[in-house]
């Protein structure tokens, strides 16, 4: 018998209505469409415009849209873990009501925050959860409201982020197929280039943080691109060297949809054909911690059983890493 690995069962996702396309923020800020989708392959973003709803909303929609296709149990489902950079409150765990939102009332849930790292680190915790036997069935979603840290007249931040949400189920698997290997990193160097000055511990929010405009987004993005560019190009090589993968062996590389450059740069280290390539920024531009499962909800119908995927991205703080994953199931 082979030993259990943690495979992806059931895929769901959500993004919200309302489109905010190049032209729009043409009329918003000092920039231009070309000027947007030469520099970083995005057309338009979803935006969460409702009053009062925030990420929960989202995840909870993503959520509900897995169960809806997989016919799951919610009870039955033993771990939420939201990924999110934006949960709806400090301390309250959002995942938690999100769980109970959901049906899972013999769950237990938490928040984990790495940036646009989150999901690929919430990949790595829910297989290890698996693993152990603990547990059978754990909900991943990765979901961000980017929307409320941002300042729109701020047009080096604001073309790039969007909202959405997206989810995968975790279930114990016996045939070798699911999670492979992963290869995580993080380098606190990165802290002061991709951040929030102010809400925290360090700098709690006052009139005067509020004033400065310190609770939205600073991306200082020349760094954070030179960064991003060599160290998702690494890991992506890495773990196709440490598992012996030619491009042959590799049916898609699911790479965080930060920018298209980045993409293809980490495309080009590992020689994969574009037709290998999960690509949505177009449609959906950044969505931080929801960006790769929304590549698994827009190309679920093409993956097949036992094809070869390989994760990558790359965050803020610095966080980054690569992941290699079986397919498990024929849509």
């Not at 920039?31 to 947007?36: H, K, V």
């Not at 959405?164 to 197929?177: H, R, S, T, Y």
């Not at 509020?210 to 773990?239: C, L």
């Not at 980045?262 to 590992?270: D, P, S």
């Amino acid at each position: 018998m082979s030993k259990l690995k943690a495979a992806i069962t059931a895929v769901g996702a959500y993004v919200p209505d309302f489109i905010l396309t190049n032209k729009m923020l043409e009329e918003m800020v000092d920039t231009n469409d070309e000027w947007i989708t030469t520099r970083t392959g995005i057309k338009q973003r979803h935006i969460l415009k409702e009053e009062g709803k925030g990420t929960s909303f989202m995840a909870i929609k993503a959520a509900q849209e897995l169960l809806q296709k997989s016919g799951a149990d919610p009870k039955e489902i033993d771990m939420v873990i939201v990924a999110t950079a934006t949960p709806d409150l400090p301390v309250a765990a959002t995942a938690a009501y999100v769980a109970s939102e959901v049906g899972a009332v013999n769950a237990f849930a938490y928040d984990l925050q790495a940036a646009c790292s989150s999901f690929l680190y919430g990949m790595s915790t829910a297989s290890s959860y698996i693993e152990s036997g603990r547990y059978k069935k754990i909900l991943l979603i990765g979901a961000d409201k980017m929307s409320s840290i941002l300042d729109y007249t701020d047009r080096t931040t604001c073309i790039i982020f969007g909202d959405g949400a997206g989810a995968v189920l975790f279930e114990p698997n016996e045939e070798g197929l699911g999670l492979q290997d992963e290869y995580l990193r993080s380098d606190g160097i990165g802290r002061e280039f991709l951040k929030i000055d102010a809400g925290g511990s360090v700098l709690p929010a006052s009139l005067e943080t509020v004033k400065n405009k310190q609770h939205f987004v600073f991306q200082d993005g020349r760094t954070v691109f030179k960064y991003a560019v060599s160290n998702m190009a690494d890991v992506a090589e890495k773990m196709m060297d440490r598992n012996n993968l030619t491009k042959e062996d590799v049916q898609w590389l699911v790479p965080h949809q930060a920018n298209m450059r980045i993409i293809q740069a980490t495309a080009n280290r590992v020689d994969l054909d574009p037709s290998k390539v999960m690509i949505n920024i177009q449609n959906y531009g950044n969505t931080t911690s929801a960006t790769l499962p929304l590549l698994l909800s827009d190309y679920e119908t093409q993956l097949k059983k036992g094809d070869n995927l390989i994760f990558a991205a790359f965050g803020g703080g610095f966080t980054w890493g690569s992941i290699y994953l079986k397919w498990a199931y024929n849509s």
